[in-house]
């Protein structure tokens, strides 16, 4: 599942109105949408749908493509972790006029995401990735480039590369000047590559730094994928 899936799947604000009122109080179709918006078009794509995190949220997004009964599950909550009893009294569950389900847990206030949601914008704003009320996609801020040099990007011994929540492995891989001398190195929904006679050596590493990236709050990916920019990098 790409994340062309999830943009389709977002709707209007409208979609998002509330079927059945069980939901936190103050509550309302735009700042789903806007949870929506967000997930789909910033968050990290993981192997049943999205992720977004922005402490003290945790947004999870996910989306059926079965052509008979299509279904997105939007879950709002503090901590990250395995969703189990849906009818627990810590949750709420409700459903949309989409037909998308909302679980939010009570442990996260609804003011509380609303200042995520500003936080995030505000953010996005500063880097041109909001412009007016539109929020652009991760993946349109790609551009043309030049031929990365594989002898030159790793040049140190044990160079490794994390591809970054935002950005496609082949894709990664292919703005080299010399792809089949790469490898790539799967972790769960994370990846990074490095070179080939040398996977076996880095691998321990990367695990390191990917788990570092995944604990990356929004701003705080922003400012690396700036530096990275800057040291031509990323696309």
Request: aromatic residues 8%; glycine residues 4%.
């Amino acid at each position: 599942m790409d994340r062309t899936v999830f943009l389709e799947a977002r709707g209007t604000v409208d979609d998002f109105d509330f079927e059945t009122r069980y939901a936190p109080n103050h509550l309302s179709p735009q700042i789903l949408w806007d949870l929506w918006d967000i997930g789909s078009k910033w968050g990290m794509l993981e192997p049943r749908g999205m992720f977004f995190r922005q402490i003290p949220l945790y947004l999870e997004l996910y989306y059926s493509e079965d052509k008979h009964h299509p279904r997105g599950l939007v879950v709002a909550r503090k901590n990250k972790g395995v969703i189990t009893n849906v009818m627990e009294r810590r949750k709420h569950l409700t459903e949309l006029a989409n037909g998308m389900l909302v679980l939010w847990d009570r442990s996260i206030t609804v003011p509380e995401v609303q200042e995520v949601i500003e936080k995030v914008d505000k953010h996005a704003q500063q880097e041109g990735m909001k412009v007016a009320d539109e929020r652009i996609s991760i993946d349109r801020q790609s551009s043309e480039s030049a031929k990365m040099i594989v002898s030159e990007k790793f040049a140190k011994k044990d160079t490794i590369i994390p591809v970054l929540p935002w950005q496609d492995v082949d894709d990664v891989v292919n703005s080299f000047d010399e792809p089949e001398k790469l490898a790539v190195m799967e972790f769960g929904d994370m990846a990074a590559i490095c070179l080939e006679v040398e996977k076996d050596l880095v691998i321990q590493i990367a695990i390191r730094r990917i788990d570092m990236l995944k604990e990356m709050e929004f701003e705080k990916i922003l400012e690396l994928k700036k530096k990275l920019q800057e040291k031509g990098g990323l696309q």
